[in-house]
């Protein structure tokens, strides 16, 4: 297994998982609650320490983990209790349900805060692309130029959305990549209402929807970031950090500029790069991969720093995006328009998702998986489910619902639904397990050899 794939995976799944119980174990130990156990993962206890009262620990099972709170029986199905006598002071039972509501919300908004620190802090040292919706270049034979789109035009919106982003555009034809979407454009001072149908594409063993039009850098460096082996980029020379200066003579304006040309020519192209201060001449090959593309990648648009202010916007905006985008993908799955197992991944999924980020983007890719992943997480432990945060939280309600017309809920309901709730997650974790190797085994048995990734030139 290549040892970048396991890391990515541990590094992202590790990091939400540890984030997220330590949220709980932090406010049980301000409130004086004694924790047992911290796990990362579910079962038999692999390998830990004790300090103190609280035995650290990584289980078996890497999908997850808990913290076992004094007293706390709603951890019965996952492990036996420690028999040791546990002070009244420190249990997690005798205390009033705020502090119990406490407890449960802290590891989803751990989780929370994490999604929206890392875009944060992003956008104050690294900065945030400085992209308006506005059409550069329209991909001749594409999806764009079939709808009628034009270069200059303004998306005003996109699939009814207002001033969309690139991202949300992106995203929005790959999961709809089957249906024709509406768009509005700004062209001439007049607006104009077009339907455009991604064309689906297969990118990096995954299908997408390519709507066949770049955005306007402007002018800008149009740097190479990294190029495939053997491919015909390797074959011209080209090398990573080398800067686009001309084409057959042309001066280059922007990577647009670049992936226009290079797509609309099939024969031979006389490059000149700038290399470490120098000009260098290069010449590419008739031979091309999928999509006319030579099989190079492109530095990341150029970015801008922001202050405080305008950092947070920014990441409260791309993380109500994410919410956005996962809720489209699950509505498109209950009306039947996405296949579940498109929408829904488990571990191995994951995992691919991780080396892929890594691979393809380095820090900047694997700390923005780790926000959708941590968002993500956030979230689902709200839901409802016994066994999850929020089934705890909804029973903390519940309990205090019956209290005020004098009932309550027996340690043997409590348990039961408690069984109940982690059966349920082991049969969640077996389907996203079942799905991922539907989905990915084929591959593992295929020939080293795919399809160059559309987004390469």
Not at 438 to 447: C, D, L, N, Q, V
């Amino acid at each position: 297994m290549n040892l970048l794939y396991l890391l990515a995976f541990v590094f992202i799944l590790g990091s939400a998982v540890i984030l997220h119980e330590f949220g709980h174990f932090i406010v049980a130990k301000m409130l004086g609650i004694r924790v047992e156990t911290f796990s990362v993962g579910f079962g038999k206890r692999l390998w830990g320490r004790k300090w103190g009262t609280t035995d650290y620990r990584l289980s078996l099972i890497p999908l997850g983990g808990y913290v076992k709170l004094g007293g706390d029986e709603s951890n019965a199905g996952i492990e036996d209790g420690t028999g040791e006598e546990i002070p009244e002071g420190e249990r997690f039972d005798l205390r009033p349900r705020w502090q119990k509501f406490l407890v449960g919300v802290a590891g989803p908004v751990m989780n929370v805060l994490t999604a929206l620190a890392i875009p944060f802090v992003g956008a104050m040292t690294v900065g945030v692309p400085a992209l308006t919706p506005v059409v550069s270049q329209v991909q001749q034979g594409g999806a764009a130029e079939a709808a009628g789109l034009k270069a200059g035009d303004r998306i005003v919106t996109f699939d009814n959305e207002q001033n969309p982003t690139w991202r949300w555009m992106n995203v929005v034809a790959t999961v709809k990549r089957t249906q024709t979407l509406p768009v509005v454009v700004e062209r001439e001072g007049q607006r104009v209402s077009l339907s455009i149908k991604p064309a689906v594409v297969t990118e990096d063993g995954h299908e997408i929807g390519d709507l066949g039009f770049d955005p306007d850098f402007g002018v800008e460096p149009a740097i190479v970031d990294k190029v495939s082996a053997d491919s015909p980029a390797a074959e011209t020379g080209l090398k990573a950090g080398d800067k686009f200066v001309a084409l057959d003579g042309q001066p280059v304006r922007n990577r647009a500029q670049v992936r226009d040309y290079i797509g609309k020519h099939g024969g031979q192209i006389h490059l000149t790069v700038e290399r470490q201060g120098q000009q260098v001449e290069l010449t590419t090959p008739e031979r091309r991969l999928q999509g006319n593309a030579l099989g190079f990648y492109f530095a990341e648009p150029p970015l801008e720093r922001v202050g405080p202010g305008e950092a947070i916007v920014d990441a409260f905006n791309k993380n109500v995006e994410i919410i956005r985008l996962t809720g489209l993908a699950l509505g498109q799955v209950f009306t039947g328009k996405l296949a579940i197992g498109e929408a829904v991944g488990g571990p191995i999924a994951i995992a691919q998702a991780s080396y892929e980020a890594a691979e393809n983007y380095g820090w900047g890719g694997v700390f923005e998986m780790l926000q959708f992943l941590s968002l993500n997480l956030g979230i689902f432990n709200l839901l409802p489910i016994p066994v999850l945060d929020g089934g705890m939280i909804f029973m903390v309600i519940i309990e205090g619902l019956l209290a005020v017309v004098g009932m309550k809920l027996s340690l043997r309901m409590r348990e039961r639904i408690q069984q109940v709730g982690f059966v349920f997650l082991l049969l969640l974790m077996g389907f996203v397990i079942v799905n991922d190797v539907t989905k990915f085994a084929p591959g593992w048995f295929r020939s080293s050899d795919k399809p160059a990734a559309t987004q390469q030139k």
